[in-house]
Structure formats: structure tokens, C-alpha cells
């Protein structure tokens, strides 16, 4: 697998892409909790996870990153395609507890370096992300931060981390498990308890009930239009073409394609795919998708 930190030394690009979200209140973690898949009340402080929220039938609405700034304080670091839908299903019950959510214009950097400390000041909050490629997301930061215009950099990571990016045209089609998220950081509890979507959930996990996964495709690509989200790729049957799979994410960078796909969890990844006229390589997920 490419050593990441050497194809984009020192890198710090803004965030254009996704904003931050502020949730507050007395009552934030215990509303969070019947919300999220992540156990809220052992995220501590200064600590961030993966997770999302579900509709009742256990289809994600939002994907995002909960950061927890303090006891009553988080922070949501969500893509804007997802607003503002993403944000009135969070909230719907929130008229029933102390809690508010605040959409901020506060910019978002991230950096696969020590970048950030540079511009580190007490109203800086930084998060360090769990993936090999070691990279922060911070905001706040005082003064003019020298970001590259290259946010699809920050969605390449993801992609090559095997980090699934949830858009406007899957939402509400996806179960978690579906785009893998059982195998990353604390993205799903199935000890916590209730929370929307929660029964389906634990379905897919104990019953065997999700049959899919997503995967990781690259290929030569020089021009042209990127491949739609939520559309199909194609896989080699004999002589044949069949359309198949979702695509999550496209990102084409140095002439590469990069692709996020959900797939039957049991295809041959060893056979010929493409989508359009770019022929198609599986590249190793960084995770197994064992489960135990």
C-alpha cells in the first residue's frame, strides 16, 4: 500500500466541503446517546469517533465525526451535501430536551502533519484522526492559515483509509455495516442500548442480515466526467457486462480515479471491472472485514 504521508508531505487544505456543527446543553450526551450508533458516554473528552445516524429503519441519514470538547459541549464535523436534511432528522426530538444545535461558519483545516501546531492557540481545538496516514482536524485557529485549495485531498485520505464518505444521493439507502463501519474507531456500539435504527443494526450484526460491504477501485483517468454518486460500476460475467454495486465516493486526482463502491460482501474482487470506459484495479482495504 502507498505510503501516503510521502505522496502529500506537510499538507494543509480547508475543509471547504464540510461544516461544523455545534450541540450543547444539559441534556447533549444523554440525547446524542438515544441518537447516534457510538456509545456517547464513554467518548471522553478531547476525544473524537466516527459515527452516524440512522432513521428508524437503520438507513443512515448523516455520517460525521463527534468530537467531545466537554461534558455539555460537541461537535459535529459533517459534509454540507447532507445538509440541511441531515440536521432537521438530529434534531427532531431535540424540542423535548436541553440541548441546541448550532450550525457554525468557523472554517475546518486538515493537515497530514504537525502543521497545526503552528497555529495553535487556546482557542484552537484539534483532533487527531486514528488512521495510518496520522492526520488533524482543527478549527479556530487565530490569524491566516496557509491552506492548499485542494480539499479532495482530505477525501482521498478517506478513501484510501477505507473511511466511507456518505453523499445527498445515499442517504437514506445505506445500513452502517454496508459502507463497513463496524471496523472503524467506535463508529457503532452493540452494547449501549437503544437509539434509532438501533434493531436493525444489531440485526445486520447477530442474524447476518447485511449482505454487503464497500470496497476500494482505482484506475488510469486523464479526463472526462467523474462517475455519478449512488450510480453503478460494471463487473465482467464471461463475455458479458453487468451493472452492479453503489458508488459512495469519486475522486480523480494525478490522473487516478478513486472510487468507494458497495458490493455483495462476497465478490471476486480478483475479477475485471470498470466503470465507463476506465478499467478498474481493487485496492486493499486497510482493515480486515472479519468480524468477530
Not at 39 to 64: I, N, Y
Not at 147 to 169: C, H, N, R, T, V
Not at 179 to 205: D, H, M, P, W
Amino acid at each position: 500500500m502507498p505510503d501516503n504521508n510521502q505522496l502529500f508531505p506537510n499538507f494543509c487544505v480547508l475543509l471547504s466541503q464540510y461544516r461544523l456543527i455545534e450541540i450543547s446543553g444539559l441534556d447533549a450526551e444523554k440525547y446524542l446517546q438515544g441518537q447516534l450508533t457510538c456509545d456517547v458516554a464513554k467518548l471522553a473528552v478531547g476525544e473524537q469517533t466516527l459515527t452516524c445516524h440512522c432513521d428508524p429503519k437503520g438507513k443512515m441519514s448523516a455520517l460525521f465525526r463527534l468530537y467531545r470538547h466537554s461534558s455539555e459541549q460537541f461537535f459535529a464535523i459533517m459534509l454540507r451535501d447532507l445538509l440541511p436534511e441531515a440536521l432537521v432528522q438530529l434534531k427532531k426530538y431535540a424540542v423535548f430536551s436541553k440541548v441546541t444545535f448550532s450550525e457554525l461558519d468557523t472554517p475546518i483545516y486538515g493537515t497530514a502533519d504537525s502543521y497545526w501546531k503552528a497555529n495553535f492557540n487556546e482557542k484552537t481545538t484539534a483532533c487527531r484522526l486514528k488512521d495510518t496516514a496520522q492526520r488533524t482536524l482543527f478549527w479556530g485557529a487565530e490569524g491566516q492559515v496557509e491552506a492548499q485549495d485542494e480539499s479532495i485531498l482530505w477525501d482521498l485520505f478517506d478513501i484510501q483509509q477505507g473511511i466511507p464518505l456518505l453523499l445527498k444521493a445515499n442517504q437514506f439507502e445505506l445500513i452502517p455495516q454496508a459502507t463497513n463501519l463496524q471496523q472503524l474507531e467506535q463508529a457503532i456500539s452493540f452494547t449501549k442500548g437503544c437509539y434509532i435504527g438501533q434493531e436493525t443494526v444489531a440485526r445486520a450484526k447477530y442474524r447476518g442480515a447485511n449482505k454487503r460491504a464497500m470496497f476500494i477501485f482505482e484506475g488510469d483517468f486523464s479526463q472526462g466526467e467523474l462517475p455519478p454518486i449512488g450510480g453503478t460500476i460494471e463487473m465482467q460475467l464471461g463475455e458479458n457486462w453487468k451493472a452492479t454495486g453503489t458508488i459512495l465516493a469519486a475522486v480523480a486526482y494525478q490522473q487516478q480515479l478513486w472510487l468507494q463502491v458497495v458490493l455483495n460482501k462476497e465478490i471476486d474482487t480478483v475479477g475485471a471491472f470498470r466503470v465507463g470506459n476506465t478499467a478498474l484495479r481493487y485496492y486493499p482495504l486497510p482493515y480486515t472485514l472479519d468480524e468477530n
